[in-house]
Nanobody, 121 residues
């Protein structure tokens, strides 16, 4: 089994910054993809930032230029630096990792429980 634990959510004023982190533990051979999703009230969960094992990143248009995703392969962790936060960034943020648990196995998706980010004055 693989467990993901997120940290770093909270409340911040518009224009502020937060840094989210997600650490994986358990039976992990390799992490193919790490990503951050978010779900705002009444909306579907959406991918906002992703990073491959090779370090290639992609961002949703709504966060590009403000958010930065990074990964630490040795620590099996992924981080999301969020700057210039806006009220519309308010959501529950979920960590996702696509994990190979053994050599040659298919990657499986694992999710954290989510951490709430509230941007309000």
């Amino acid at each position: 089994q693989v467990q993901l634990v997120e940290s770093g959510g909270g409340s911040v004023q518009p224009g502020g910054s937060l840094r989210l982190s997600c650490a994986a533990s358990g039976s992990i051979f390799n992490v193919l993809f790490m990503g951050w999703f978010r779900q705002a009230p009444g909306k579907q969960r959406e991918l906002i930032a992703g990073i491959t094992a090779a370090g290639h990143t992609n961002y949703a248009g709504s966060v590009e230029g403000r958010f930065t995703i990074s990964r630490d392969n040795a620590q099996r962790s992924v981080h999301l630096q969020m700057n210039n936060l806006k009220p519309e960034d308010t959501a529950v943020y979920y960590c996702n990792q696509n994990v190979q648990t053994t050599v040659g196995s298919n990657g499986l998706d694992y999710w954290g429980k989510g951490t709430l980010v509230t941007v309000s004055s």
